[in-house]
């Protein structure tokens, strides 16, 4: 991938697009271009934290796996968003897998080369510790949601969270949903039947349109109901 592209790219993330042009070059030489299939894996839970990555194509899916198999979703990220950055800052072994869910093109930096670069630019740093802040209280907010919510608020919260990053054209199936918020595959599906014949929204393979985001947000706040 050519430098300007790469440059492009990092000017797109919420923590580099302030560097000027000659330290979003230098940036960029440090970046190597990965490219993904469908479902590969970017690491393994438990890898060690090599390379921090920015996504240039495609989408990427950060979940947990029991010891049952069962799946639980952490988090989707598409273009400009970073992942990996919290198990490169500690050093420690990344804490969940990293899939491709469609074709992916990644820039990722090596964690020795991000850390002196994060070295000699102390603002860029601060601004990833907010991030971070943020992706923790927003973990917390959705265990507390599995812990004392019932399904359909979960349901209805995880619709709204998406929505809020991607609009309402949300490029997931049910199941996908479904292991964001916690629950089976056929509990999803019944609700967004409900959702659906409510006309809150519409569904088609592979993709959930959100039609009513009002009504939407009151079955996140209280008793689910679908007029």
């Given amino acids: 991938m050519p430098t300007r592209?790469?440059?492009?790219?990092?000017?797109?993330?919420?923590?580099?697009?302030?560097?000027?042009?000659?330290?979003?070059?230098?940036?960029?030489?440090?970046?190597v271009e990965r490219?993904?299939?469908?479902?590969?894996?970017?690491?393994w839970d438990g890898d060690a934290p090599e390379?921090?990555?920015?996504?240039?194509?495609?989408?990427?899916k950060v979940f947990k796996q029991s010891s049952g198999g069962k799946e639980f979703?952490?988090?989707?990220?598409?273009?400009?968003?970073?992942?990996g950055e919290v198990a490169v800052f500690e050093n420690r072994p990344y804490p969940a897998s990293a899939q491709a869910v469609a074709s992916t093109k990644l820039l990722g930096i090596k964690r020795e080369d991000l850390l002196g670069f994060l070295a000699r630019r102390p603002q860029v740093a601060l601004r990833i510790i907010s991030i971070l802040g943020g992706r923790l209280r927003e973990a917390q907010d959705r265990l507390k949601d599995l812990a004392a919510e019932r399904v359909e608020q979960r349901l209805a919260r995880t619709l709204l969270m998406l929505s809020a990053k991607l609009g309402n054209t949300l490029p997931f199936t049910r199941q996908e949903i479904a292991d964001m918020s916690g629950?089976?595959?056929?509990?999803?599906?019944?609700?967004?039947?409900?959702?659906?014949?409510?006309?809150?929204?519409?569904?088609?393979?592979?993709?959930?349109?959100?039609?009513?985001?009002?009504?939407?947000?009151?079955?996140?706040?209280?008793?689910?109901?679908?007029?």
Avoid at 7 to 16: A, N, V
Avoid at 51 to 60: L, M, S
């Fill in 51 to 60: 390379w921090f990555y920015i996504i240039a194509e495609g989408r990427v």
């Fill in 73 to 83: 979703i952490i988090a989707f990220f598409g273009r400009g968003d970073m992942f």
């Fill in 35 to 43: 490219n993904l299939a469908a479902n590969e894996f970017v690491f």
């Fill in 183 to 227: 629950t089976t595959t056929e509990t999803a599906i019944r609700f967004m039947s409900r959702l659906k014949d409510g006309g809150i929204i519409r569904s088609t393979r592979g993709k959930i349109v959100i039609l009513d985001d009002t009504k939407l947000r009151l079955l996140s706040e209280g008793p689910p109901r679908v007029d």
């Fill in 5 to 31: 592209d790469k440059i492009e790219i990092l000017k797109q993330t919420s923590i580099f697009y302030s560097l000027n042009e000659d330290e979003l070059a230098q940036l960029a030489g440090l970046a």
